[in-house]
């Protein structure tokens, strides 16, 4: 009894000691800081995890401190921001650790925002590790803006930003992302599922995916997705032969694929397609072209109606060219059919 | 007794600047000292030291503004300077062929070094701002390379043993002898260059032999030679230098604002140097795009989208020059 109140008592004090403890707009972290704190200015917290528990709903928590910081689950809206000056690093702890950098649970309508963060989840080496940097599971609108994720590039950890979610999530935003080292840069259901994912939109800007063991981005997506990529580069993707700087994949038996618009984007130097385009008889994409630049690859533009490993085959359209992309320099330009569409 | 006293006194030494162990993080600070183990609480002074104590495959953080001196790197590795803070380097090492560099790339040939941030100044001397001589891919971003005007440096030499993936983004070259050369005389240079500025160099960019390089609104201005060059003197034929620019810009250079350069020896029918533009604008130069110049051996091409501004030059075309319509 008496060493119940001596413990309750040097809490009381500690908490009185960092601030009382409460939850609040605004929390901080730090690489100096304390879990034993409040998570304000004063007295930040050393965890994300710590501090995402003091936010309130829609709030922010922000790094004070350059420095490597703990994998964290996000479970409502939130923006995580790390302001210029502040190399914060989300970080895995050995061989064997096989969390994600940061994981992505929240509610259907909740908006989620990574803001400046670099996740390195290449201390993951083990095969099976299996970690991604980030794990959009469930959530309404995330995005994803100036961060940096870095793989392995030895077992190949799962991928830089992997949307899994077969319900819920509405919308991805990537902008300004550097990426290398993973098995897939931006995975769109490549992991899961016999249901695919289910995107209202998803947006890609300014971005940069290369060194990755398979491919920079692999969009195996129902129909309701609509993917915009622009502006990004996908190069130096594939560790042996097998290298797609962007391949897109037919959906599933019940869900016809994505559209897909690719404009003004950079796809060089991957080992075996720049674009890759999979159909099949039915989930058959739709896959626009625009002011790319494909190079320097074996095949430029591959597209295949059908899918090359045999099975049923619709037939159908799924690849379109505007005429103002640069496919030059690569062993094999384009091999299968792009149909050309003119410009509004 | 005494030996005891110096025994305390280092150990209390250690425990004060942390124990000195490999890290896969480690930091710098103006206020740091190399004594130190290049913690977060007890960063050291030097990019030298903290590159010494991080691991294969880590980082070396710049937590503030200060010169942190030159560097060796030999190890895959990032070094990190955030935006808003300053790692600034003036002064130099020696390569192993004693080439002195403000940063010099030996690393293995599968290692991925990372520069970020950095910002070299240098104000007297033939240095160079990063020569590369071996590394497996080279990430530099966000960095500002100036050279002292000497036109024996370069601000990126890449000279490497063995292949090399290179991709520089966001960056800058000036005052030096050639701002950018990728020099594939030993092995293939893969390369990517985005919004990266050349600028008042002798030859901005010049690419040599095996090297496949794609540059995207990437500026080559105020130099006193070309802007952008490709010249093949691999005696395979089989080996193209290659160069592809996607809105860049080529102004005001003293010689030739783009060049594909013919070869220096016969390789029969094959394009041993091609060049492409595409919604590029090359203007204000003495030449503005030149290709082949004269029919027979060793050619090279310059291929254009039709899609240029190529305007307002001594000279805008020069050679034969060859329409791709696109895809």
């Known amino acids: ?344 | 007794m005494a030996r005891i006293v110096c025994t305390a006194i280092a150990v209390l030494s250690l425990v004060a600047a942390g124990v000195v162990v490999a890290a896969p993080r480690t930091f710098v600070s103006g206020d740091g000292s190399d004594s130190n183990n290049c913690s977060r609480d007890f960063p050291c002074r030097s990019f030298t030291a903290a590159l010494a104590l991080v691991d294969d495959g880590g980082e070396v953080v710049v937590i503030d503004t200060a010169g942190y001196g030159p560097m060796r790197i030999s190890k895959p590795v990032s070094i990190i300077a955030p935006p808003g803070i300053l790692a600034a380097i003036s002064n130099s090492v020696l390569s192993d062929d004693l080439v002195p560099t403000a940063i010099y790339v030996r690393a293995g040939p599968s290692d991925k070094v990372v520069l970020r941030g950095m910002n070299v100044n240098i104000q007297a001397g033939n240095i160079f701002g990063v020569l590369v001589h071996s590394v497996g891919t080279l990430h530099i971003e966000n960095s500002f390379f100036k050279g002292s005007n000497s036109d024996l440096a370069g601000g990126l030499w890449v000279d490497a043993l063995g292949p090399v993936k290179l991709f520089v983004k966001d960056s800058q070259f000036r005052t030096f002898g050639t701002g950018m050369a990728l020099r594939g005389m030993n092995a293939r240079i893969d390369a990517v260059v985005e919004r990266t500025r050349i600028q008042d160099t002798f030859d901005g960019v010049t690419l040599a032999n095996d090297v496949k390089a794609l540059m995207r609104e990437t500026v080559s201005t105020g130099n006193q030679g070309v802007g952008f060059a490709a010249y093949n003197g691999n005696p395979s034929i089989t080996v193209r230098t290659s160069l592809i620019l996607e809105r860049c810009t080529a102004s005001n250079n003293g010689g030739v604002g783009v060049l594909a350069d013919p070869a220096s020896i016969n390789k029969g029918a094959i394009v041993s140097t091609l060049v492409t533009i595409s919604n590029c604008v090359v203007t204000n130069n003495g030449v503005g795009v030149q290709g082949t110049t004269f029919a027979g051996s060793w050619p090279a091409q310059m291929t254009t989208r039709g899609n240029n501004t190529v305007r307002e030059n001594g000279t805008n075309s020069i050679g034969t020059i060859v329409s791709d319509t696109g895809f």
């Not at chain 1, 009185?16 to 100096?32: C, D, E, M, N």
């Open chain 1, 1 to 344: 009894m008496r060493t119940t109140m001596k413990t309750l008592l040097v809490l009381v004090c500690a908490l009185l000691a960092a601030g009382i403890v409460g939850a609040a707009p605004r929390t901080f972290v730090s690489a100096v800081g304390s879990d034993l704190a409040v998570c304000s200015f004063g007295a930040p917290c050393r965890t994300f995890t710590r501090a995402l528990t003091f936010t309130d709903p829609s709030g922010e928590v922000i790094a004070l401190t350059s420095g490597a910081y703990d994998p964290f689950t996000i479970t409502a809206a939130v923006a995580i921001t790390v302001p210029s000056g502040v190399h914060a690093t989300v970080t895995s702890s050995g061989a064997n650790d096989s969390r994600n950098g940061v994981t992505i649970m929240a509610g259907a309508s909740d908006v989620v925002m990574i803001r400046g963060l670099e996740i390195d989840t290449s201390p993951a080496v083990s095969v099976g590790a299996g970690a991604s940097g980030i794990s959009y599971q469930t959530g309404g609108h995330v995005f994803v803006e100036d961060v940096t994720l870095v793989g392995n590039s030895v077992g190949y950890s799962k991928a830089g930003i992997l949307a899994e979610a077969t319900t819920a999530p509405r919308r991805l935003v990537v902008r300004n992302v550097v990426e290398r080292g993973y098995l897939v840069g931006l995975a769109v259901g490549l992991f899961c599922c016999s249901v695919r994912p289910d995107f209202v939109d998803i947006v890609v800007e300014d971005s940069q995916f290369h060194g990755n063991g398979y491919a920079g981005a692999l969009l195996e997506i129902k129909g309701t997705s609509k993917v915009v990529i622009r502006n990004s580069l996908f190069s130096g993707n594939g560790s042996g032969v097998n290298g797609t700087g962007i391949h897109v994949v037919r959906g599933d038996l019940v869900h016809p694929g994505a559209k897909v618009t690719l404009e003004d984007n950079v796809v060089t130097h991957n080992t075996e397609f720049g674009i890759r385009i999979v159909g099949g008889d039915v989930g058959e994409p739709i896959v626009s072209m625009a002011h790319n630049v494909v190079a320097y690859n074996p095949t430029g533009v591959k597209v295949e109606e059908c899918p090359s490993g045999g099975g049923a085959c619709g037939g159908g359209t799924i690849a379109f060219r505007m005429g103002n992309n640069t496919v030059r320099e690569n062993s094999t330009d384009s091999a299968g059919p792009v149909t050309l569409y003119s410009g509004f």
